[in-house]
């Protein structure tokens, strides 16, 4: 079992940049898909990107693509989401996701396993 414990999230004004990290213990990184996921208020859980087990190939939400970059370090059992051009409509908790089976490409929650606590990111206009 994998636990996942994510930061970095705070606030910032509308164009500025924030780097998010999940820690994982408990397992190892390289057997999981992962991705990040967020919930603004009053809305559901959606997809924000994710990576292959190598980090090799990504894939990202319309919504954020050209603007934020996931990552990961297996070495340090870490994924990185990279937001630039941070937009008000991004203010959101922004959680990480572990899936051993999921795919690539896996867009609903229900595809991973494990969660984070998440991290609020709050972008003023």
């Known amino acids: 079992q994998v636990q996942l414990v994510e930061s970095g999230g705070g606030l910032v004004q509308a164009g500025g940049s924030l780097n998010l990290s999940c820690a994982a213990s408990?397992?190892?990184?390289?057997?999981?898909?992962m991705a990040w996921f967020r919930q603004a208020p009053g809305k559901e859980r959606e997809f924000v990107a994710s990576?292959?087990?190598?980090?090799?190939?990504?894939y990202s939400a319309e919504s954020v693509k050209g603007r934020f970059t996931i990552s990961r370090d297996n070495a340090k059992n870490t994924v990185y989401l990279r937001m630039n051009s941070l937009k008000p409509e991004d203010t959101a908790v922004y959680y990480c996701?572990?899936?051993?089976?999921?795919?690539?490409?896996?867009?609903?929650?229900?595809?991973?396993?494990?969660w984070g606590r998440g991290t609020q990111v709050t972008v003023s206009s």
């Open positions: 990576v292959t087990l190598s980090g090799g190939g990504t």
């Open positions: 996701a572990a899936g051993m089976g999921a795919r690539w490409r896996a867009v609903t929650p229900r595809a991973y396993e494990y």
């Open positions: 408990g397992d190892s990184l390289r057997r999981y898909t």
